[in-house]
């Protein structure tokens, strides 16, 4: 098997000479394993640079990712939410390897990818063959889906800059309060400006801050002291769905508080609740 050389100067030398070492590859029909290949991938209008850990091409021109991952594979299975990340990210790079070989005679890439792992904790390799259609589909549809980013730059108000050598702390902090902000609980896990936007939510009292499932089953009920006041009867349409589940659901607990037995002072210290 050859291993092609890949080093090349910047992120567009390295993707074109991945691409030209595929294309080498497919031409020259054997096996050829491209160790850290660089592809490139337009998301929002714009170019993203992957590293897979390695793609292998078969001298019948089918090339099949493969992702190389520490979590052990225990008599023959794995985390499976780690696999599912796992092949989500593989399926990214099937997306990115698509798009050459459409312009590579011959080649076709695997919707399945190799998931290598470590074998019962131990320093041994073992792999399994990871199918991805799904997730390249899912991932193919949110591209699709996503805002480019000129538009979303085009719609900033004037002269906001987001320049970090340019501007200072105060121009910095200006310019990102006057964009809004679509804060949910799952930006902590992802987003640097996390804290940020959720004390923005917060003090806009709004109901983003108890997920988004819960912010979908509201509505129209856009803050918490709405949800509150629909929930008393005081604001809100009897009619609207939402609305009137909360009603319900008050009513049901001042049902079961009157007719909860009183707590002694001692159960009333001790309860956890
Ligand atoms: S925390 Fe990040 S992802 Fe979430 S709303 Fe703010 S900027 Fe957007």
Redesign the pocket.
Known sequence: MSVPELAAAGPEGRVARTALALREATAAGAWTLLDHPLLALEVAGSPVYLEPDAVVVRPDGGWTVVEIKSFPMVDGAADASKVGAAARQAAVYVLALERVAAVTEGARVARSVLLVCPKDFSNLPTASVVDVRKQRAVTRRQLDRLTRIDEIAAALPEGVSFDVAERSAEELTAA?EC?P????P???A?????????S??RQADAVETLGRSVRGELGGLTTVGAVLAAARGEEGDPEDPAVAALRRARALRQEALESAPARTPREQVECPC
């Open positions: 990102v964009v902000h679509q804060y949910a799952e930006c902590l992802a987003c640097e400006l996390a804290f940020h936007c959720r923005r939510a």
